[in-house]
């Protein structure tokens, strides 16, 4: 049975996340990776009018960007079916990033940490919507390598969010950001819960 067959288990608790953080980040590669069905991915190539919009100083071999989202499938297990929703990272978009967010039931933030600060905006958003989120470094090849004390004081955060690293590429790896994320939004003191 080839994975993008599996169905899903009639028990199962079906749950809505984001992922999201700046452009270039990885989010799209990160939904392709840990999807047992085939993507949907709205990549367009890049135009000569986002080259104008869009921060490309580091990232030259970049040649196209998601337009509206990525959407892919992760069973977990018999009790848990994530549906993965893949924002597009830059401003103009953060309109249609909060319309994504209805039904959410939290957030995975990528952060490159060649531009950490660059994430606020995506750690913004899903405050301000009062979501839980995990803190997810994808790690790119020659990128500055941080402790994790380092990173929770440049992105302001407190020692009970989460913080894991990882390599969006490799599906192992990009699945424990995922796993993270879940157990945030299971056992996270009830006073901080938000439902939807």
């Known amino acids: 049975m080839k994975s993008s067959d599996r169905y899903v288990p009639a028990r199962a608790q079906s749950v809505k996340v984001l992922v999201l953080g700046p452009f270039a980040v990885g989010k799209t590669t990160f939904v392709k990776t840990v999807s047992e069905i085939r993507p949907l991915s709205t990549e367009e190539r890049m135009t000569r009018a986002g080259e104008l919009v869009d921060e490309l100083d580091e990232l030259s071999d970049k040649d196209t960007t998601t337009v509206a989202m990525d959407f892919g499938r992760l069973t977990l297990s018999e009790e848990i079916v994530l549906y993965l929703f893949g924002a597009p990272g830059q401003p103009r978009f953060h309109g249609m990033v909060r319309?994504?967010?209805?039904?959410?039931?939290?957030?995975?933030?990528?952060?490159?940490?060649?531009?950490?600060?660059?994430?606020?905006?995506?750690?913004?958003?899903?405050?301000?919507?009062?979501?839980?989120?995990?803190?997810?470094?994808?790690?790119?090849?020659?990128?500055?390598?941080?402790?994790?004390?380092?990173?929770?004081?440049?992105?302001?955060?407190?020692?009970?969010?989460?913080?894991?690293?990882?390599?969006?590429?490799?599906?192992?790896?990009?699945?424990?950001?995922?796993?993270?994320?879940?157990?945030?939004?299971?056992?996270r003191p009830r006073h901080l819960e938000h439902i939807p």
């Open 99 to 187: 319309s994504l967010m209805q039904g959410a039931l939290g957030g995975l933030v990528l952060v490159d940490t060649r531009r950490i600060a660059d994430s606020f905006d995506a750690i913004d958003l899903l405050e301000e919507a009062r979501l839980p989120y995990t803190v997810a470094v994808n790690h790119f090849s020659g990128s500055p390598r941080y402790s994790d004390a380092h990173l929770r004081d440049s992105l302001s955060m407190d020692d009970e969010q989460p913080l894991v690293s990882l390599d969006a590429r490799e599906i192992g790896s990009a699945k424990h950001g995922l796993i993270a994320l879940v157990r945030h939004i299971l056992y």
